[in-house]
């Protein structure tokens, strides 16, 4: 029960001031506290989640969805070590979450204590591991710390990453003066432009745009279309950040499609015409330039970003990127625009074409179509890692008004689940559709449960193929198919979720002609829905490291 005020009071009411509105978690004997003072306090609401990865997920999605902050709070042991993963995909993918991990009393430290990571004595050293998968990573040992450790922490989430403090029980529970106000954030670099406005003004000829992540992570998609507008240029988005440009009521008639591994080969032939390509907000992993080195190679290359690409270029930092490319369009606006640069040619969008499958099941391609047939305007989409996802990725445009969120940094199984549960409460309108297979939910997939609890607008469609099938389908390639570790027994997920939680629509879908009803009363239901969708481990995905040289020759051409 609340007694004065505490450590965690103050983290509490600190963290209301900000901003902050939910903090995800899983409750436990060392962190039992915060939830404590989180009861007491009006504007912040603690969520309770079924595993410390999808918590730690739903802080991540709940920030990706652009409501701010994400927070995860967890207990030590086995409830921090969880939240590993899961910090590691925002660490790679620069997603501000703050993580609070409750640890044993400071008096046990080396002593033998149950679950000890005070590194003292032999311990597991919590500070040590924690640090290798966040910006900012500090031990609170002392009350006092707290006022000036917490606000240290938002500010370097905030540059993009996770921070996590370890609060040992007894510091959460002691007593710490009061303070009034909250200090800003910390100002942020907007970095200066000018080598980039050189260049645009000789260049001559088209320019391609490659947008990335941190587009999204500074809310600079409207700043990004009037730089865009200006230069009259072609864009194209890393796999990550589908939903930052090119997408209705942003440029759509001047979209590439997607980069890489899972994108449209298109956009090469678009870069290798262009007098200049510039990068927005993306360092271009493998994974965003496979199949572009030669084209980006051949033409002049510049970056804006608060990460250095990968490849050679011309790269100007920048903490803000909103401030940054107002800025641009400003110094190439009215007399100073740039004099030689030209529409693009007009350039047809092609597609991978994988081989043809003529097994049982929905084929991906189709289930992606009837998707973007019936999906509605803002509508936020969310997908996990795997052949459906790949498929996702190549095939389904973003939703007006909509997110389009995958976690490409570490690629963990089971991401969407608590990702779309965060999204759905960092939202709060319009419907979430999580996209994973069955290998995703048997990881993550009692998520679906909170949605339940919570009674969140989120329809989750398994893809049913009863295997891990991207495991699949490298053992078909690169292994002549000799054996499989990766597929599974029949399962019947809409009938069998329907029948563990009372209340949930939940329906399986065997031919294509189904889905199309499926889908429109899953989107219709009154809070969370699920359609399983049955299809083959069998069926090659759209992705370029499936497809060999001659496959790839003949991908299909589409005219927008």
């Known amino acids: 029960m609340a007694n004065g005020h505490r450590v965690v009071d103050h983290i509490v009411s600190y963290l209301a001031a900000i901003g902050v509105d939910y903090i995800f978690g899983v409750d436990g004997a060392n962190i ?121 922490a938002v500010a370097a989430a905030r540059t993009g990453g996770p921070a996590v403090l370890l609060l040992p029980k007894d510091i959460q529970q002691s007593a710490v003066a009061a303070t009034n106000g909250v200090a800003g954030p910390a100002g942020t670099s907007p970095g200066d432009p000018h080598p980039i406005v050189r260049a645009l003004r000789r260049a001559d000829g088209p320019v391609t745009i490659i947008a990335g992540e941190q587009v999204a992570r500074d809310a600079a998609r409207d700043e990004l279309e009037a730089l865009r507008a200006q230069l009259r240029a072609q864009v194209a988005c890393v796999p990550d950040a589908k939903d930052v440009a090119g997408t209705p009521g942003r440029g759509s008639s001047s979209s590439l499609g997607v980069t890489g591994v899972m994108g449209h080969p298109s956009v090469a032939v678009a870069i290798a015409d262009s007098a200049l390509c510039l990068l927005v907000g993306t360092r271009m992993t493998v994974t965003a330039r496979a199949g572009l080195d030669n084209a980006l190679g051949s033409v002049p290359l510049l970056s804006l970003g608060s990460g250095v690409p990968y490849l050679p270029c011309t790269h100007v930092h920048t903490d803000d990127l909103r401030g940054s490319l107002a800025s641009l369009t400003a110094a190439l606006s009215g007399r100073n625009r740039p004099s030689s640069v030209r529409v693009a040619n007009a350039l047809s969008r092609t597609e991978l074409l994988p081989p043809p499958h003529a097994g049982p099941g929905i084929r991906y391609g189709d289930a992606m179509r009837v998707l973007d047939r019936l999906l509605p305007d803002e509508v936020d989409i969310v997908v996990d890692a795997g052949n459906i996802g790949a498929a996702a990725i190549h095939h389904l445009p973003v939703r007006r008004g909509g997110r389009f969120v995958v976690a490409l940094g570490m690629g963990g199984m089971g991401y969407s689940f608590g990702a779309g549960v965060g999204m759905a409460f960092g939202r709060a309108r319009g419907r979430t559709v999580v996209i994973a297979g069955d290998g995703s939910f048997y990881m993550h997939g009692m998520e679906i449960h909170t949605a339940l609890q919570y009674r969140l607008p989120v329809t989750f469609l398994l893809f049913d193929n009863h295997a891990h099938a991207m495991c699949v389908t490298r053992e078909q390639l ?60 069998d069926e090659i995905p759209p992705f370029a490291t499936f497809l060999n040289k001659e496959d790839r020759s003949h991908a299909v051409a589409r005219t927008r």
């Open 32 to 152: 039992e506290d915060l939830y404590d003072a989180a009861y007491f306090c009006d504007d912040v609401t603690a969520v309770l989640a079924k595993h410390e990865f999808s918590a730690t997920t739903m802080a991540d999605g709940y920030c990706r969805s652009g409501a701010g902050l994400g927070v995860v709070a967890a207990t030590s042991g086995g409830g921090a070590l969880n939240t590993v993963p899961g910090l590691g995909e925002a660490f790679a993918s620069r997603v501000p979450v703050l993580a609070l991990i409750g640890q044993p009393p400071t008096t046990l430290d080396g002593l033998g204590a149950f679950q000890d990571t005070s590194g003292r004595n032999g311990a597991l050293d919590g500070q040590a591991l924690f640090a290798s998968v966040s910006v900012y990573c500090r031990r609170v040992t002392t009350p006092a710390d707290i006022v000036w450790a917490l606000p240290e």
């Open 478 to 537: 690169f292994y002549d198919d000799r054996y499989s570790y990766n597929r599974f027994g029949p399962s019947r997920l809409g009938a069998g979720l329907a029948a563990m939680f009372p209340g949930l629509r939940s329906t399986d879908v065997e031919d294509l002609g189904e889905l199309p009803t499926a889908l429109v009363n899953a989107l219709n239901a009154d809070g969370p829905s699920v359609v399983s969708v049955e299809c083959s481990s």
